[in-house]
C-alpha cells in the first residue's frame, strides 16, 4: 500500500508517519519510484506499536526508538530481547549517588531486601540490574519515610498473588506466533494493561468497602 | 508539641507545615499564647496524610483539600465517605462531550460493556457514578484504538484475580480502629501502593519470561 493508504489504514496522520520515518522509528517502504514507496502489514503494526509507546506509554522518541532497536536486534536471545525492551520502559530510577552515604546505605538495605525476598525466597529469575527492582525500592522507601507500614510480609503477599496474573499475560503475548511481534506485545501489554489494572483495583476496593460497610443496601440504590 | 517539634517528629519542614495550615489542610493547634500553639498525634498523622498525598499521588493542593474536607465529614456513613474520598482521587477522566456524538455512543457502549460484565456478572457493588469505571473504560478504548485485543475475557481474568488482593488489602486498613485513620489509611494506600503493585507485576514478568524461554541457566549466571 502506499502512503495515504497506510495512514488511513492505521489512523496515524501522514505528517507524524514521515515523522516516524524521518526519526528512524520505521522503517522505509519498498521503493516503488524516486518519490513512492510501498508500505505493508509490518509497517500497520510497527506503527501501533509506536503510538502506544508514545501516546500511552509515555515515552519519548529517544526511548522508543532504543526499545525497538532491541526488539529488532537477532543477536540476542528471546528472553534476553524481551528483558532488554521491558529494562527499557520508563520509569527510569536510579540509586542515590555516592554523594548522600546515608540514603545510599539506606537504598542499598532495602534492595537486598526485597531481592532476598523475591530470589531467595520466592525463587523468582530475575536479573541482577532488573529495573523494576528499583522503581520498587523507590517505592518502599517513599511508603516508608512517610510513616506507613510496608512489611515484607505484605509485599510478599502482593508478590504472590500478582505472580499468576503474570503468568496468564503470557498466554495472551504467546498467542503471537513471530519473535518480533511477541515482543511487541510485551512492550504494549506491559503499558497498555497497567492503567486498566489500577482502574480494576480501585473497583474492587469499593466492592469490598461496599460490602464490609453496607450490609443492608447497595450503594447505587441509595444514589438513583 | 510545639511546631519546631511537629517539624522533628513528622520530618516536615517548618515553612511547608506554615503553608498547610494557610491553605486550611491542616487544622491550627491549640492556642497556648498570641503566637504558640500546641500540636499533637493527629497533627503528625495528618502532615503524613498531606505529604502523601501530595509528594506520591501527585494531588493538587485543591484536590488534597477537598478529598481531607471528606474525610472529616462525620453526616455521612463510613463506606460513603471511603468512597467519595477514594472517588476524588485522581485521574478523573470525564465522557467526552456531546460536541463528537460518535465518541460518546462509542464510550456509552464501552462503559456499559464494563458495568455488565463488573455488577450483573461479577455482582460487584459499585457506585453508577464510579469514577474508576471512566478511567477503566478511556484505557479499554485506547487499547482497542491501537489495535491491541481486550476482550471481556481478559478482564473478567483481571477482576477476578485482583479482588483477592484488594480484599486483603482491607486486612490493613482494619487494623486502623478510628473511622478517621481508616479514611486516610484508605487515601494513602490506594496511591501509596500503585506504584509497588507496577514494579512487582513487570518483576513477575521477567521470571515467568525467564522461566519460559530459559530452561537452562539462570539469566543472572550469564551477565555476573
Known amino acids: 500500500m502506499?502512503?495515504?493508504?497506510?495512514s488511513e489504514c492505521s489512523g496515524v496522520p501522514v505528517a507524524?508517519?514521515?515523522?516516524?520515518?524521518?526519526?528512524?522509528?520505521?522503517?522505509?517502504?519498498?521503493?516503488?519510484?524516486?518519490?513512492?514507496?510501498e508500505y505493508g502489514e509490518d509497517h500497520v503494526r510497527r506503527l501501533r506499536l509506536i503510538?502506544?509507546?508514545l501516546k500511552v506509554g509515555g515515552m519519548s522518541v529517544t526511548q522508543a526508538r532504543d526499545v525497538l532497536?532491541?526488539?529488532?536486534?537477532?543477536?540476542?536471545?528471546?528472553?534476553?530481547?524481551?528483558g532488554i525492551a521491558a529494562a527499557m520502559l520508563p520509569p527510569h530510577v536510579a540509586e542515590p549517588t555516592e554523594g548522600?552515604?546515608?540514603?545510599?546505605?539506606?537504598?542499598?538495605?532495602?534492595?537486598?531486601?526485597?531481592?532476598t525476598l523475591l530470589v531467595d525466597e520466592l525463587g523468582w529469575r530475575l536479573h541482577d540490574a532488573a529495573p523494576a527492582l528499583n522503581t520498587l525500592t523507590r517505592a518502599v522507601i517513599a511508603l516508608r519515610d512517610l510513616g506507613y507500614r510496608c512489611t515484607l510480609e505484605y509485599l510478599r503477599r502482593y508478590a504472590t498473588?500478582?505472580?499468576?496474573?503474570?503468568?496468564?499475560?503470557?498466554?495472551?503475548?504467546?498467542?503471537?506466533a513471530v519473535p518480533d511481534e511477541a515482543i511487541e506485545a510485551t512492550v504494549a501489554y506491559t503499558v497498555l494493561y497497567e492503567p486498566i489494572i489500577?482502574?480494576?483495583?480501585?473497583?474492587?476496593?469499593?466492592?469490598?468497602?461496599?460490602?464490609?460497610?453496607?450490609?443492608?443496601?447497595?450503594?447505587?440504590?441509595s444514589v438513583t
Open 2 to 6: 502506499r502512503l495515504a493508504e497506510l
Open 16 to 37: 507524524s508517519i514521515k515523522f516516524y520515518l524521518r526519526e528512524g522509528l520505521l522503517a522505509p517502504g519498498a521503493p516503488v519510484t524516486a518519490r513512492q514507496a
Open 51 to 53: 503510538r502506544a509507546m
Open 69 to 82: 532497536a532491541v526488539a529488532d536486534d537477532p543477536a540476542s536471545d528471546r528472553h534476553e530481547r524481551l
Open 100 to 115: 548522600n552515604p546515608a540514603a545510599l546505605a539506606r537504598w542499598r538495605a532495602v534492595h537486598d531486601e526485597l531481592r
Open 161 to 176: 498473588a500478582l505472580h499468576p496474573i503474570a503468568d496468564k499475560e503470557y498466554l495472551v503475548i504467546e498467542e503471537f
Open 198 to 221: 489500577l482502574a480494576l483495583r480501585r473497583l474492587a476496593h469499593e466492592d469490598v468497602s461496599a460490602r464490609r460497610y453496607r450490609t443492608a443496601r447497595l450503594r447505587s440504590e
